[in-house]
């Protein structure tokens, strides 16, 4: 079987860690790698494919820095060409980028199956990018592999039933790159030392409803310069999208700012801190993974079952909320002893079913 995978953001290589260890493991299943470029900075692509041991990608398209329609159309036009070279059974997307939309897009039009991996979740926030990408590509996806069971459901309100598509609860593949990579981490990074960590805060802060408003950015600035001055110091990896606004917007974050990170030393950072803040997707599950408590600078969340077990809060983009409930979620014990992302097997889930 031949399968292209087509990633192009962080998150996707994390998640495509995974799976690739997986499909490297049957001689049947021949994978061809497709980076569409979209995050090309050492820090934010080369780390993970070095670090985590990702086959090299076979094309690299190079499309960046471009306003949505542009990119998603250039890269629709460079997947599509590699398709028609490559003739594969099946293409696989993760998540809800422009890479994921515009490989799934390009894949159908030439009647070539498509897995969606994260399929069914939803934020219900239409202005979000994201919740586009999302929502077209499970529409038009073959394999629909849901990593919880509130996103099997969400697709069976949409009427997904009815569909001539296939719908797996397969677990989550971050929980596999996780647990797989936390067993590594300890020796691989040497950030908590390095950095003199005792007690922190981790934050992530990148995304566009957060970054392009002045009002919500300024908001979190304060917050969190607050949170870092009089409860606990924050220590932050700066994605460039919010480094070049805070500049565009004459903010100043002043807590332990620091350059994106490895997945090594992330997960290290992630055992090591008191209590994980951010806008991110996938970090407010990882937090979890690390049993730590999550304070979510979003308005809505994908991931509802964490707030439904009490481990992570919402707050949209309000100072005095961030820093209410930083202060409750650091002294708060949480029960992390539920399964709700699959036990590490999503990996062999998904290949298993495509087979
Ligand atoms: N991440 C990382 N280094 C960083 C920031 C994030 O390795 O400096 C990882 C993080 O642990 C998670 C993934 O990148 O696995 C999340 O990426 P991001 O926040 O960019 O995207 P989202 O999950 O919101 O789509």
Not at 176 to 183: E, I, N, R, T, V
């Amino acid at each position: 079987m031949k399968i292209i995978t087509v990633i192009g953001a962080r998150p996707q290589f994390i998640k495509a860690a995974a799976l690739s260890r997986e499909f490297a493991k049957h001689e049947h299943i021949e994978e061809i790698i497709v980076h569409t470029g979209q995050h090309f900075d050492a820090n934010m692509s080369e780390v993970f494919f070095e670090e985590m041991e990702i086959p090299k990608p076979s094309y690299n398209l190079e499309i960046n820095s471009l306003s949505h329609g542009a990119m998603t159309g250039r890269m629709i036009e460079g997947i599509e060409e590699i398709l028609l070279n490559e003739k594969p059974d099946l293409l696989l997307v993760y998540g809800d980028t422009n890479s994921t939309i515009a490989g799934a897009l390009a894949a159908k039009k030439l009647h070539i199956k498509v897995a969606h991996v994260e399929a069914g979740l939803r934020s219900f926030n239409m202005e979000m990018p994201e919740e586009i990408n999302r929502i077209l590509t499970d529409r038009i996806s073959d394999y629909l592999f849901c990593p919880t069971d509130s996103a099997v459901n969400n697709l069976k309100k949409e009427g997904y039933d009815s569909l001539d598509a296939t719908i797996v609860r397969t677990g989550d593949v971050m929980q596999d790159a996780a647990l797989f990579y936390a067993q590594k981490s300890k020796e691989k990074s040497t950030i908590i030392s390095q950095l003199g960590l005792q007690k922190f805060a981790l934050a992530t802060l990148h995304r566009a409803e957060n970054t392009d408003s002045k009002e919500r950015l300024s908001q979190l600035v304060e917050g969190l310069n607050e949170i870092h001055e009089t409860i606990c110091p924050v220590v932050l990896p700066l994605h460039p999208r919010t480094k070049a606004k805070l500049a565009a917007h004459g903010l100043e974050l002043k807590v332990k700012l620091i350059d994106p990170v490895g997945y090594f030393d992330m997960i290290e950072l992630l055992k090591n801190c008191a209590l994980v803040m951010t806008d991110s997707g996938g970090l407010q599950k990882e937090a979890f993974f690390f049993r730590k408590n999550c304070v979510t600078m979003r308005d809505q969340t994908e991931w509802v079952e964490l707030i439904e077990n009490g481990v992570n809060v919402l707050i949209g983009a309000d100072k005095k909320k961030l820093v209410e409930s930083t202060r409750t979620m650091l002294n708060k014990s949480s029960n992390f002893d539920v399964n709700l992302y699959g036990n590490g097997n999503a990996s062999v889930h998904i290949v298993t079913e495509l087979l």
